[in-house]
């Protein structure tokens, strides 16, 4: 009896061992990720002590929402995507353009399931860890790995590599989605539940899938003044990969040059009105394309200046720029500024170089060493290349644009194309909102709207200020490109984003190289209104030469 007893219970320990040993090896496949807040005193002093003060940071993570939601809805689904599997995709995923992306999946060695798997993971791996986390992602689209599965029942052979087709998308968290409410990054918008923005349509209609939306600088930073760009009270202080806590991320798009340079997604779009695209593309060493107003919708798009508001592509290189571009463009008929443009920007950046081209080099710009060294090797490419000295005009009334727009174009968004659960409904509202909770919901306050508030400017006023805006601006760049028969002027990051703001002009950005400490910088291509076809082929012709973008060392 005593030796029956002995080995029942010796059967029963090796049972208890064998299921101990599948319970440590299914945690060690399946983690249970889970983001801990943690004590931001230290990250926040060392914040102090940087030179540039916009980086002088009150808080890391949002005080309103949890991180864990970004990705709950999805984390079941990915328990059996284990950590193996990530690393071995890694190799196929990384740093790819669009067309090799598209080339893979026809050859059966990923779907676009596994394909948008990898970027929620690898999301959340990042974002879950306080000393990597970026705060680049608000929400994420709980619906898009069962849109992944139905579109990998189509036959891929039909499948253009130069598109869009299953491609994991985030969307600057201003532009209207729906299935994810759309915030600007603002307490106030916190439960904006829309419809799809015009360009959110474009892409749903080219089988694109939408990702989740990007965090960004509130309002589009429109909000407060001198404050840290990246910073929205929905998503926290966005990080740039390239220095964490140390360079700014740029804005307002920042979001989307972030996630876009730490590959969290294929590519995304942003909105500018005056440098928003260009500043974090250049920060972030990606693309970033500010195109002609009117080219891209802005209806669904929370807005600041209907005068000068555009959305826009920002990618890893120049060939998604063009393939994101041709995938929303489109005439829009509740867009008054809306036009119809039909260039081929995919297939006429083939084959383009540098020869013969004609570019305006701005002369105190090139005491930049990484400015010099572009513009040496576009020289060097076959371009020429005039020194010009564009006189520094100032633009008298810039900001009553945006004060006297937003006081007008936020009201008509709300009422038009916001969700039914927006409690306000102006800026008047959105001011006294913020008042009842200054410490989460504007710790940095919010002097630009209380300055929209107090602007006066009359509607006549307004219009000559515009008219006499875009013809300064216009000269500051015709008088050189009329005079040397320029394809574009050269400039850096957002230096001459004002003037192409105001002008009108498109303009693009591309990586340059980085400084001595690793900040990233842009080469930026300003060129006369509609040039977004030679804008890319001139800007993928530079990126051949110089091939200067590189992955964030700690997200390789």
């Not at 440098?275 to 002609?292: E, F, H, M």
Request: hydrophobic letters at 35%; charged letters at 25%; one cysteine or more.
């Amino acid at each position: 009896m005593k030796n029956i007893s002995l080995f029942l219970l010796t059967i029963f320990v090796l049972i208890s061992c064998k299921q101990q040993q599948k319970e440590v090896v299914k945690d060690k496949l399946e983690p249970k990720v889970v983001w801990q807040p943690y004590d931001e005193t230290a990250d926040l002093a060392a914040t102090q002590e940087l030179k540039q003060t916009r980086m002088h940071l009150k808080l890391v993570n949002s005080k309103v929402v949890d991180k864990n939601d970004i990705w709950s809805t999805l984390a079941s689904e990915l328990e059996n995507f284990s950590e193996e599997k990530y690393n071995e995709l890694k190799e196929v995923v990384l740093e790819k353009d669009i067309p090799t992306l598209q080339k893979t999946i026809k050859e059966g060695k990923i779907t676009y399931e596994e394909l948008t798997k990898f970027y929620v993971y690898r999301i959340r791996k990042y974002e879950s860890d306080n000393k990597l986390s970026l705060n680049s992602v608000i929400s994420l689209n709980p619906e898009v790995f069962n849109e992944a599965r139905i579109l990998d029942k189509t036959d891929k052979s039909t499948i253009d590599v130069n598109s869009v087709f299953g491609m994991p998308i985030l969307l600057k968290d201003n532009i209207n989605t729906k299935g994810m409410p759309t915030t600007a990054g603002a307490i106030a918008f916190q439960n904006n539940h829309t419809n799809n923005a015009f360009i959110t349509k474009k892409l749903v209609e080219k089988n694109a899938l939408i990702l989740g939306k990007a965090n960004l600088s509130e309002w589009a930073y429109f909000l407060c003044s001198g404050c840290p760009v990246g910073y929205s009270a929905i998503g926290g202080q966005t990080m740039n990969p390239y220095g964490r806590m140390i360079f700014e991320s740029g804005g307002s798009s920042s979001g989307s040059g972030v996630t876009v340079a730490a590959n969290f997604c294929v590519a995304a779009i942003g909105t500018e009105t005056s440098g928003s695209i260009l500043s974090p593309a250049s920060q972030n060493s990606v693309v970033g394309l500010k195109p002609t107003i009117g080219v891209l919708s802005r209806t669904g798009i929370v807005p600041i200046s209907s005068t000068l508001d555009t959305p826009g592509p920002m990618t890893k290189n120049v060939i998604d720029n063009a393939i994101l571009l041709k995938a929303v463009v489109g005439k829009d008929n509740d867009d008054a500024a809306s036009i119809e443009l039909k260039d081929n920007f995919v297939d006429s950046i083939k084959g383009v170089s540098l020869k013969n081209r004609r570019f305006g080099v701005i002369k105190e710009l090139l005491e930049d060493s990484l400015y010099q060294i572009a513009v040496n090797k576009i020289k060097d490419a076959g371009a020429s290349v005039y020194e010009i000295e564009p006189k520094q005009t100032p633009l008298p009334g810039f900001l009553s644009i945006l004060n006297i727009d937003m006081k007008n174009d936020l009201p008509d968004y709300i009422s038009t194309q916001g969700g039914n659960n927006v409690n306000i409904k102006n800026i008047e509202d959105a001011v006294a909102f913020n008042n009842q909770d200054t410490v989460r919901r504007i710790p940095y306050g919010q002097q630009l709207f209380e300055g929209i508030l107090v602007d006066s400017t009359t509607s006549d006023e307004l219009k000559v200020i515009k008219e006499n805006l875009k013809k300064v601006a216009r000269n500051y760049f015709d008088i050189h490109i009329d005079a040397h028969k320029l394809d574009a002027i050269l400039s850096i990051n957002n230096y001459h984003a004002g003037y192409a703001a105001v002008a009108k002009y498109p303009a693009l950005t591309v990586p340059m190289g980085y400084t001595l400490k690793g900040q990233p910088k842009g080469l930026t291509l300003i060129a006369k209104p509609f040039s977004e076809t030679k804008l890319l082929q001139l800007g993928y012709a530079y990126e051949q030469v110089s091939k200067e973008r590189k992955t964030p060392v700690n997200y390789r």
